[in-house]
């Protein structure tokens, strides 16, 4: 085995950290041979000295001062596994301006501060990797930036948070209402105790922002993506979609379309049969289309630490690889300067839930909306009748512009009770 030595000095030793330093271990030789070079971790900075953790690492490697990390003679990369944009976004510019490579999961930063942190890596001349912020497990960051890099890619649909897939799947197949399927997620520990950032869609919105800047090779930030959570997903909704042959997923998309990026997380239906409905429980699954290569699905375990772990090991394997070789991993793509679409500009099909009044005309009335604002409709069914009578429509893809003036009108229609629910339905051709 080589004797070349790559120092890894780590700012955060929790549920990825200590995860990445066992497989360290545990795979020594495999990675050794495929690095060029043994990797070391020379140092690690954590919150709690006092902490117990399951790490096969002398104490004396430990500190409770990061910069001690960041900024130390032997460490050649260093790898930030604390989370948060603060201190990590400084600790991260710190280790750059002092020539370190850096590998990060933190998706909340990239999101939010990426083009302050390409531009210092570019500047500096050092690698930033970050196959673990998105999709935990799952090889996305790579194939998109590398292995398809002879691809335009037009389309992505992505089931990037497992919590959330987790609450749908038991209000899918468990009848759970939605506090319900909660209330489990969190009893088993797949909800974080405040689970805001997961049910609200921000959490999958960063990745969304994340995976549309490399796809697109533009800067999509986490506040440009249009977002809506899975709160107000009922269970109606759930047993409306059952019987149309859909399954609610919430969904991050990202599109290119006439050179504009659309950006969007909110809750949809998808076929039955779409590859993405059969992505249950806590899984993740990215669905890519692109002329070229047609369709692709990553699919696997979007979070843990054992998953994320592998990501940020292969990060440090490659980044071993070039300050072994002097090689560099492809740079920041965010060369392109695209503008984002606002959300009504989108097009999608749409999935109605109304309440009427059983009466002749009352049909009528209602396409009349529908047609008034240009939004085809492909199907309707009604069931009951008298005053609880419900209509369901699904529409063909239209202008979200125009669906919302024509909920706008259906809510003043006299006949119209309610409109109980309104959901975007993706993944139909
Ligand atoms: N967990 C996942 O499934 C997952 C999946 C994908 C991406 N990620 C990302 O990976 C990163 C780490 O997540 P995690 O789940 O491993 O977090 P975690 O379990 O909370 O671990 C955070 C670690 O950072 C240390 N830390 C926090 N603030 C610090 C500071 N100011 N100085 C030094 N050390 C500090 C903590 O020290 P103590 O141990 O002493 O508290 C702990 O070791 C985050 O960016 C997260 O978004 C996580």
Redesign the pocket.
Known sequence: MTERVVRVGM???????SAVVRLLRDHQEDIAQRAGCRLEVTRV????LG?E?DVPLPAERFT?D?DEVVRAPDVDVVVE????IE??RTLLLEAIAAGRHVV?????LLSTRGRELFDAAEAAGVDLAFE??VG?GIPLIHPLKESLAGERIVRMLGIVNGTTNFVLTRMTEDGMSFQEALGSAEEMGIAEPDPTDDVEGIDAAAKCAILASIAFNARVVAGDVYREGIARVSREDIEFADRLGYVIKLLAIAELENEEVAVRVHPAMVPGDHPLAAVRETFNAVFVQGPNVGELMFYGRG???GP?ATSVVGDLVDLARNITTGGRAVGCTCYEDRRIRPMEGMESQYYLLLDVVDRPGVLAQVAGAFGEHRVSIKSVWQEGRGDDALLVLITHRGNEGALQRTVGDLRSLEPVIEVRSVMRVEGEE
């Open positions: 700012v955060g030793c929790g549920t990825v950290g900075a954590v919150r709690d902490r953790r409770a990061p596994l604390i989370g948060g201190p990590a990060t999961a933190n998706k909340e673990g912020a935990g979070a843990g630490g994320t």
